[in-house]
């Protein structure tokens, strides 16, 4: 994408630190906000970056290296507000004896698309950029989608962020 050979070892870089730095306050920023609104934002952050990645394809090497610097932000913002939704979700959705088995399906749902992801990002990138983040940003609206279908489905899902649910004592 004509983007000089320290972005992507940057690129890790910055989403390592803010990985680490940023939990805490992403938290305390989303806390109180429906899971699924939280959820749904997280899936917009994405399909932007996702966005901006493709627009460093189309636009001046300084340019581009600013796009991807932002769109790293935005991953890594869109990642730490669904992981402090989606482990909870799994957790209410479950009962005492199933909670296990609810974490464990989740967890390999993850390490799925973990394995997955690579062998299908290096075919996809094989083929451009607008093959790549084009169908990747779209996949982030569908997202959205699923996430309001299953609202309406899931008491889990429109509980607060951070906040204890109906059943679940104050602590």
Do not use: K
Not at 74 to 102: F, H, K
């Amino acid at each position: 994408m004509r983007l000089p050979p320290w972005i992507p070892g940057t690129v890790l870089a910055v989403n390592a630190v803010l990985g680490a730095v940023g939990a805490t306050p992403v938290g305390a920023a989303i806390t109180g906000r429906s899971r699924s609104s939280g959820l749904m934002a997280s899936q917009a952050i994405v399909g932007g970056a996702f966005v901006a990645v493709l627009c460093c394809a189309y636009v001046p090497s300084a340019f581009g290296v600013c796009l991807a610097l932002a769109a790293v932000v935005l991953v890594t913002l869109g990642e730490l507000v669904q992981s402090l939704i989606v482990s909870p979700i799994v957790n209410d959705c479950a009962t005492a004896a199933s909670r296990g088995r609810y974490n464990s399906l989740s967890q390999m749902a993850f390490s799925i698309g973990d394995v997955a992801t690579p062998a299908l990002m290096t075919t996809l990138l094989a083929h451009g950029p607008a093959t790549t983040w084009i169908p990747m940003a779209a996949l982030a609206m569908v997202n959205m989608l699923g996430i309001a279908l299953l609202t309406s489905h899931l008491p889990a899902m429109r509980q607060r962020i951070n906040q204890p649910g109906p059943s679940e004592p104050d602590r």
